[in-house]
């Protein structure tokens, strides 16, 4: 009978050309995460872009919105693409942040102090897991705690309003008229406004 041998593994790069793979993929998933959190309502007629300092930055309305929407189902599409903007963001803190220094001792990124000491290598990643998860939990809790009964804000020209529950948006208000006759582009900076508004 014919002794089965291992399959060689060299296809995959030597060690150093692996670990420059890796290094290279980390450098791309720290480049995305430096990149605005984006959400997008289902028609794609409205995106909301959050900054890594969870501000919105962009607001941009399709020129063809009432091609798809109502006017009701702009404002609920921006409320979508605002949630789904804030949800991304959420999803990509930091678990140490500039009011959050990490640890000492933690390293930048998992992988970059490996020295053949798993023990040491797993024990820095669950502490980064756990930060994680404590920042998550954190942010829920502030995003969902109440500050009060409900308020409006509007951007200047009074084109598009929030409706806030402490500093989350419940609601979406624009009026009717001015939103069939408004250009989206005036729409999107009236609603970016108000969002840039919440304190």
């Not at 692996?18 to 993929?25: G, I, V, Y």
């Not at 009011?99 to 020295?115: F, L, Q, S, V």
């Not at 954190?138 to 969902?144: A, I, N, Y």
Request: glycine share 8%; net charge negative; charged share 30%.
């Amino acid at each position: 009978m014919r002794r089965q041998e291992l399959v060689s593994l060299d296809v995959l790069g030597s060690d150093e050309e692996l670990r420059a793979a890796a290094r290279d993929e980390r450098r791309a998933e720290a480049a995305d995460a430096d990149a605005d959190a984006e959400g997008r309502d289902a028609s794609r007629a409205v995106t909301v872009r959050v900054d890594r300092r969870g501000q919105i930055s962009a607001v941009l309305i399709s020129a063809w919105w009432r091609d798809d929407l109502t006017p009701s189902g702009l404002q609920e599409a921006l409320l979508t693409a605002y949630r789904a903007a804030i949800a991304q963001a959420t999803a990509r803190i930091a678990p140490h942040g500039p009011d959050r220094p990490a640890p000492a001792g933690a390293p930048a990124t998992p992988g970059d102090d490996y020295a053949g000491d798993d023990y040491g290598w797993f024990s820095s990643i669950r502490r980064r897991l756990d930060q994680t998860d404590e920042a998550l939990v954190h942010s829920g809790e502030r995003l969902t705690q109440p500050h009060g009964a409900d308020r409006v804000i509007a951007g200047p020209d009074g084109l598009v309003r929030l409706v806030l529950s402490g500093r989350v948006v419940s609601q979406v208000l624009i009026d009717a008229g001015a939103a069939m006759q408004e250009s989206p582009h005036r729409l999107a900076a009236d609603a970016l406004a108000a969002f840039q508004t919440i304190d």
